[in-house]
């Protein structure tokens, strides 16, 4: 990484607030919250420093000069999906959710 690079500024929209929410309530439920602060650090902290990078593109978003972009996290078997802008240093998590297998499944 560009030591000299702005870091992206990442939010939330779409169905994001409610799987974060679902996936907090699972992860007190059944004890695995360390889990879920593992996967939230390694998410955040691809998304900030180098989200084009870290996915994989999958969608053009013309309208709102963006560009679509996944990624599973393996040791959760968590999917992220979110937007990254082509000008500006904006991220948006658009949907974060379980797989099947995933312990918050």
Known sequence: MNPHAP??????????????KRMIATAEDRGIRTLLVEVLRELMENLETRPRDWGDPYTNYRGLNAVGYGRTILSARIRAEYLV????????ISALYPLSGSPFA
């Open 7 to 20: 870091r992206f500024t990442v939010g939330g929209v779409g169905f994001f607030p409610a799987h974060f």
């Open 85 to 92: 802008h082509n000008s500006e240093p904006l991220v948006w």
